[in-house]
């Protein structure tokens, strides 16, 4: 240990909120220098928002900092990155219109005046030379004409580059997600010469095998908390696992769906020889599992495209969407409620091309009651409502259209547990009545509502959970691929 | 290395274009092929220009600036009046408008406001402010700046000086400083800049103060082109320079931005005017013909990304 015993940072209590979501509820979290630390958890247990906290791009609501023993006030990004602290994160966060070399300069302020350019290209060539031989990488070229691979290795390589004050402490967070294993090898390998030299690394992986080959130190975390923090030695894949979903939820009793089984598909979706194939049946609530971004949107998305016609043969609409993200994808904020409700209807109320408002008004009317939706008047704007019941508009809005498939990106985030349980019952009643639902979830508790999981990791499905074999633990120790890719 | 990359084809469609032009018009008039007959041909091309590359600016930051034209003739109304009676007070609100400029780029950040939306009201703020200075059209254009504008260099006759220096200057500031990265960088992707420690605030500001900058210096040299100003002088150049960046290989977002390409492009639509002089079409419908030069232009650099697209094949 170069830095005596101070640690490089470290958060004491830290807790953050985003409205009634405690994403971080009191962890304590630290890194000595020559040390790397891994850290798993499932979605939401925290990891990015402890990440933010330790680059400065969050403040926490409570908590201490410390950054090289001394407490810290008010954190900054500029603070983090002084004291040589980088972050790699998950989604990749290159300019593409930059070259490689002028991707560099914006990471080093030091980089200016005469000769810049040659000093920032032989700065990044040296370090992607070191941490990956032979991967000719022409730093003169703009990032949009990279791979996403290339693209990762230039992050990760910038990340260790040192101008001015050395690199104390890098965050890699999902760093092998696209590269394959040999550039995976060589990073891994490199991590553990950069902690041999004194510096320290924080990774985040969803492949336990390269967290236990790799760290020191794991620290797991679930529901804004940290639940084990041990040398990675006394671990396995098994109690990390363990360690991840410990509580044990007791799960709702659900009708016998064997009779679904022998039924004909409504729809389905063969994957090119990777993974299992995706079968829904009617009737069926089936779950999208496994951690977020490994391709289940994707597969929503594709699902629906398959049936959803073109501009030129419009299709006879067998699937209805419940969009997730709902300033993005789902409302139309200018418009009343009945309007956000009616538009998959419109079809069905129209006359002559003019829209019936009577049969409108009766038809949402009758809506507002089926779904409780907290308003006095339905002609409010949307945006009047809280953002559980104008996500129950838009359940509604695909429940009222004729569709036999619902399918469903992630519903829920930012809503209300009472709100979840209304809508929770809404499906299973849907369900009992032959409709199909696809929901993926971020949220344990939902998957486990299903009768059938399909669980996904990079991008293909790698298990099929039915009735009782679903539980947290099977769905977490398939999220999570045992060895190096 | 590969011949033809994606920066190179930027550059190649818009200098491919006007070459065409330039010969069409060499052509059918050929007494335009001397030095009096390029510096007619491009004098009125030299303010377009800057202004071109003050709204190269903005939009390298994926921002839109629909003030351009009034803001520029406002500016030709002080250079007009002040500048020439009190060339103190006169710089000092050129300065000003600078500074304007860059509390404009500010606020837009900061209070996330459409850009569009600030400079579209912007806009008649400075068409108020042009019409306050001069009611109708008048003013002098101080003696220097005719000096400047009206001098005969050797070899090759201002206009093509003047654009080729702006270019550079333009290139230099934009594609080769280690400040001009970091602006791009702001277009290309905000939160990286900022993760990397950068005020992106800052960034901005300055992007609109550098825009606020050139779009003054569009508004002198006009004036010392025409000697005297009026408030609706430059009303065009709003259309002008955003069709002049887009034309010269830059893109609405994404900081991708050719300060080079976008001199060229204000040069090519100065061009593609005088051609349909000569060709005689009329006026009523040389707007349409513009259009339509515009379109082909793009149509071309669309097909161009396309094939360079598939060759990658990634």
């Known amino acids: 240990m170069t830095q005596g015993d101070n640690p490089v940072i470290s958060v004491n209590g830290a807790r953050k909120s985003f409205g009634a979501v405690h994403a971080l509820d009191g962890v304590d979290f630290s890194v000595r220098a020559g040390e790397c630390v891994g850290l798993v958890g499932h979605n939401g247990a925290g990891k990015s928002t402890l990440v933010s906290i330790l680059n400065g791009g969050l403040s926490p609501d409570s908590g201490t900092l410390a950054l090289l023993g001394r407490p810290v006030e008010r954190h900054s990004i500029a603070q983090a990155r002084s004291i040589g602290l980088r972050c790699v994160f998950q989604e990749l966060s290159l300019c593409p219109n930059l070259t490689v070399t002028e991707n560099t300069r914006v990471a080093h302020r030091s980089l200016r005046g005469f000769g810049w350019r040659g000093r920032a290209a032989r700065l990044i060539k040296d370090k992607l030379d070191e941490i990956f031989p032979d991967n000719g990488i022409d730093v003169g070229r703009s990032i949009s004409g990279f791979s996403i691979a290339q693209r990762q290795m230039i992050e990760i390589a910038t990340a260790f580059t040192s101008s001015d004050g050395s690199v104390r402490l890098v965050v890699l967070d999902e760093p092998t997600s696209s590269l394959d294993a040999g550039l995976a090898g060589q990073l891994l390998t490199f991590v553990r010469r950069f902690v041999a030299a004194g510096g320290a690394v924080v990774l985040i992986s969803h492949i336990l095998g390269e967290v236990l080959s790799t760290t020191d130190r794991i620290v797991v975390m679930k529901d804004g908390k940290v639940v084990a923090d041990r040398p990675s030695a006394e671990f396995s894949t098994e109690s990390l696992v363990g360690a991840m979903g410990s509580v044990v939820r007791a799960r709702e009793a659900r009708a016998a769906r064997d009779a679904a089984a022998s039924q004909t598909a409504v729809l389905s979706h063969t994957s090119a020889g990777r993974g299992l194939d995706f079968v829904a049946r009617p009737g069926e609530l089936i779950g999208l599992a496994g951690l977020a971004g490994h391709g289940q949107t994707r597969m929503l998305v594709d699902l629906y495209m398959a049936e959803g016609g073109s501009w030129r043969t419009p299709a006879a609409r067998k699937v209805a969407f419940v969009a997730g993200d709902r300033a993005v994808d789902g409302n139309l904020p200018l418009w009343s409620i009945v309007k956000n409700m009616s538009v998959t209807l419109l079809p069905e109320i129209a006359r002559f091309g003019l829209v019936d408002r009577a049969a409108e008004a009766r038809v949402t009317a009758d809506w507002h009651k089926r779904i409780a939706v907290r308003t006095e008047n339905m002609d409010n704007p949307i945006l009047s409502l809280s953002g559980g019941n104008q996500q129950k508009v838009l359940f509604a809005r695909a429940l009222a259209s004729p569709a036999p498939v619902v399918l469903m990106d992630d519903p829920m985030r930012g809503v209300d547990i009472g709100t979840k349980h209304e809508v929770y019952a809404m499906l299973r009643a849907e369900a009992a009545a032959g409709r199909t639902f696809v929901w993926y979830s971020t949220e344990m508790d939902e998957v486990c509502q299903c009768d059938r999981v399909y669980v996904f990791r990079e991008g293909e499905i790698v298990a099929e959970l039915v009735g009782n074999e679903i539980s947290e633990e099977r769905i977490l120790s398939a999220s999570f691929a045992e060895k190096a890719a | 290395?590969?011949?033809?990359?994606?920066?190179?084809?930027?550059?190649?469609?818009?200098?491919?274009?006007?070459?065409?032009?330039?010969?069409?018009?060499?052509?059918?008039?050929?007494?335009?092929?001397?030095?009096?007959?390029?510096?007619?041909?491009?004098?009125?091309?030299?303010?377009?220009?800057?202004?071109?590359?003050?709204?190269?600016?903005?939009?390298?930051?994926?921002?839109?600036?629909?003030?351009?034209?009034?803001?520029?003739?406002?500016?030709?109304?002080?250079?007009?009046?002040?500048?020439?009676?009190?060339?103190?007070?006169?710089?000092?609100?050129?300065?000003?408008?600078?500074?304007?400029y860059a509390l404009i780029g500010a606020l837009i950040y900061l209070r996330n406001l459409p850009s569009i939306v600030v400079t579209l009201g912007m806009s008649f703020v400075w068409g108020g402010l042009a019409v306050l200075l001069l009611p109708a059209p008048g003013g002098v254009a101080p003696d220097w700046i005719r000096a400047i504008m009206t001098v005969k260099p050797p070899f090759a006759p201002m206009a093509i000086v003047a654009s080729i220096g702006i270019a550079l200057v333009a290139h230099w500031l934009v594609m080769r400083s280690s400040l001009g990265v970091v602006l791009r960088g702001v277009g290309g992707n905000e939160r990286t800049v900022e993760r990397a420690g950068w005020s992106v605030l800052r960034a901005r500001a300055t992007a609109y103060a550098l825009a606020g900058f050139f779009a003054v210096l569009a508004g002198m040299c006009l004036v010392g082109l025409t000697t005297s100003a009026d408030a609706n002088i430059a009303l065009r150049y709003t259309l002008l320079s955003i069709a002049g960046v887009i034309l010269g290989g830059g893109e609405f977002v994404g900081g991708r931005v050719s300060p080079i390409g976008a001199v060229i492009g204000a040069l090519t639509l100065t061009l593609a005017a005088s051609l349909l002089s000569f060709l005689k079409i009329s006026p009523d419908w040389q707007i349409g013909a513009q259009g339509a030069i515009l379109i082909i232009v793009l149509a071309v650099r669309l097909l161009l990304n396309r094939s360079e697209a598939r060759g990658t094949g990634q």
């Open chain 2, 1 to 100: 290395m590969k011949l033809l990359t994606a920066e190179r084809i930027r550059l190649l469609v818009p200098s491919m274009s006007l070459a065409v032009l330039l010969v069409a018009v060499f052509w059918l008039q050929p007494r335009t092929m001397s030095y009096t007959g390029l510096n007619l041909l491009f004098n009125l091309a030299v303010p377009i220009a800057l202004a071109t590359v003050a709204q190269m600016l903005i939009m390298m930051v994926n921002d839109l600036d629909l003030s351009m034209g009034t803001f520029v003739s406002f500016v030709a109304c002080v250079t007009a009046t002040w500048v020439q009676t009190d060339p103190l007070i006169g710089f000092a609100i050129l300065a000003a408008c600078i500074g304007v």
